[in-house]
């Protein structure tokens, strides 16, 4: 049976490594691979340039930052089903600490041996709690590019998106500590994983697998 594309967006610089515990092997899914954002590139214009990678009427699995950028490529690739997972649809669902300043300014100046080296904070806000998390979420942060991070955080404090373009099915956990979408805006498209958090992709696998694939079926 010849399946839809399936391509995987992971999060802030974050590579595939997020995605080893879901298996969706014989669907052939396609990590999509960032492209390093031009000087002053808006996420839109920049979602623009990453769909040039991609198939028509493919389904697009968003994670986090990811998510956001599924649901502005769709405006521009028709896309048969984006599947959002601890991520956001629109700019209301941002909660309103990451939309009063422009962190990425502070990031900007923070030493990098600091900003992306994992600590209790980092583990907490993620909401991991085993060794195996602890140490792969560590590798992932030593491995993300600063330039990508700053200019993907800076996005999301500007993103102004207030609709989807296609059809779509959000997923999120009920403890997410460092994306807490209001629950008003969760009314409908939603999925909550209970007691997950924002790394609920690694920490609640199985559950996400069985949920996604329910979602993939017949596609």
Same mark, same amino acid.
């Given at each position: 049976m010849k399946y839809r594309k399936i391509y995987l967006l992971s999060g802030l610089g974050v590579d595939g490594r997020v995605f080893e515990k879901i298996d969706l092997k014989e669907y052939q899914p396609q990590l999509v691979e960032w492209i390093q954002p031009y000087a002053h590139e808006d996420i839109t214009a920049y979602a623009k340039r990453l769909s040039a990678q991609m198939e028509p009427n493919a389904i697009l699995i968003g994670l986090s930052f990811g998510g956001m950028l599924a649901v502005e490529i769709a405006k521009f690739l028709p896309i048969h089903k984006i599947i959002l997972v601890s991520s956001a649809s629109n700019f209301k669902q941002i909660p309103w600490l990451f939309r009063l300043w422009d962190w990425s300014k502070l990031l900007g100046v923070l030493p990098q041996k600091i900003m992306l080296k994992a600590n209790f904070i980092t583990f907490w806000l993620f909401g991991i709690t085993? #060794? !195996?998390e602890k140490i792969l @979420?560590? !590798? &992932? @942060?030593a491995d993300t590019n600063t330039i990508f991070l700053i200019w993907a955080v800076r996005q999301i404090t500007k993103w102004k998106n207030t609709k989807v373009n296609t059809k779509f099915v959000h997923l999120h956990g009920t403890n997410d500590r460092l994306l807490q979408l209001p629950m008003e805006n969760l009314k409908t498209n939603n999925i909550l994983i209970k007691n997950g958090g924002h790394f609920m &992709? &690694? #920490?609640h696998a199985h559950e996400l697998e069985r949920i996604i694939r329910k979602e993939l079926k017949g596609f």
């Open positions: 085993r #060794t !195996q @979420l560590s !590798q &992932i @942060l &992709i &690694i #920490t």
